[in-house]
């Protein structure tokens, strides 16, 4: 089941099926991604360049975002 956040300007989609826990997600942005928080996903701890940026190097494609119009 997928789960989304979302910031003004994006949604940012997790499809934990897919995720290969490479931990991409948190070397990149550790204040938004924290597996031990709940929600461990914080997108307002980012800018919109840096999400997308981050979005884009996920090995698996478990993130992905669609932009909010």
């Known amino acids: 089941m997928q789960k989304e956040y979302k910031t003004e300007d994006l949604t940012i989609i997790w499809k934990p099926e897919l995720c290969q826990h490479v931990g991409t997600c948190v070397r990149m942005l550790?204040?938004?991604y924290n597996?031990?928080?709940?929600?461990?996903?914080?997108?307002e701890n980012a800018t919109k360049e840096e999400l997308i940026a981050q979005i884009d190097a996920c090995p698996s494609k478990a993130?992905?975002?669609?932009?909010?119009k």
């Open 30 to 32: 550790p204040k938004v």
């Open 35 to 43: 597996p031990l928080e709940r929600p461990w996903c914080k997108p």
């Open 63 to 68: 993130l992905t975002y669609i932009l909010n």
